[in-house]
């Protein structure tokens, strides 16, 4: 499978240089150049598979010419075999309608682990190959730092520098990242917010005295393959409800849009996805875009579900690019002026393109205090505040009985205990597999807010280019 650039001007590269590559040379984000797609009949064969096996029968059209399918599903066992749940993502009913798909049962309790468990293991796979070294930069609020640093510590020819905001994340979370002590991860606590480290990250991406002298690479969803890896999940769900003989909805908690672009990526690819509902917080710009066509980014409000406190969703880039006739030019052009002005109005045909397959809710902290009490008295589950907002989408959006909604349950709830006991009284536990983090000893380096100081310290530390 051949990758080109939603801006037109990247060289298409296979599907081991987009991985490398993380974002193209020209600013957009790589994608397939067509979607494969399965038959009803293909579809139905597939009941049955394992999780690995279904991972490996779904992404080896994505990954053809870099893999094979017998190796991708060896490094598919590899990477879900960590997860505490032999189902990897098991599917739990909520009443008559609403589903929870559990994805938290990886290392570090977040969806995050699904894509970046494999994503590790594609980095060491195609590094193999050649001379070269991977130095990841990453900015993290939390749980993209914690899952990335797992799925990469202690892996040859990779270092990973994470940037997160000096204690602005939870105990929980800083310590996922700073108590793993492999010589390869190097974390770093700045002094500012998480908006500052992320424009470090940036600015780091298009620094030719960085990017000149090292091979420098993405684990935030900009990636093209944590996208491919989260659409095995949304098939994993649609088999067991039925798929491909009935249609089944999502409910997506969603920040960058990468989450719920991968359930766009299973309908194209054949799954009978009824409708993808995008649930937001107050941090709204998707929501104002799906129903208004305003795409114009605000300030950013702090809430109980961090990850999706977020005004630019970098992967409804992927979106417009597909819906607007995959015009690379023009795309750059609309872009530019995003850029430039901080707001778009999305285009006729990028606005009915959408709605045939989207909604979308917002949720204020109320309604999700409100989601994660009824689930608790419905059902006895525990939400934590990013489902919740999930479910309050669901619960809202008016869908027909006979079809059944799934909402995406992206982290665990002891990641965010606070707002879980609020909500209902009871506080839930850290499982075993973590249970240890507040005896381990951390290890991160304290810089200045300083782009130069922070440039610095990873030329000191990375591996130039061979
Ligand atoms: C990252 C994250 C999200 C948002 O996912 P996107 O792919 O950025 O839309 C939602 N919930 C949790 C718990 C997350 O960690």
Redo the contacts with the bound molecule.
Sequence with gaps: MEYISTRGSAPPLDFAGATLAGLASDGGLYVPREWPSFSKAEIAAMAGLSYAELAARIMAPFVAGSLDEARLLELCRAAYGRFAHAAVTPLKQLDEQQWLLELFHGPTL???DVALQLLGLLFEEFLARGDENLTIVGATSG??GSAAIDAVAGRAKVDIFMLHPKGRVSDVQRRQMTTVLAPNVHNIAIEGTFDDAQAMVKRMFNDPAMTGRFNIGAVN?INWARLMAQVVYYFAAGLQLGAPHREIAFSV????????FAGYVAAKMGLPVAQLIVATNVNDILHRALSSGDYSQGTVTPTAAP??DIQISSNFERLLFDLNGRDGPALAAQMAGFESTKAMILTNVQREGAAALFSSCRADPDEMSRAIRWAWEASGELL?P?TAIGLHAARASGIAREVPVVTLA??HPAKFPEAVERATGHRPALPARVGDLFERAERCADLPGDYAAIADYVAAHAVPKG
């Design positions: 977040a969806f995050k749980d993209t969803s908690p969603t920040g960058n849009f990468g989450d719920v990850s999706m934590d990013h992206t982290a």
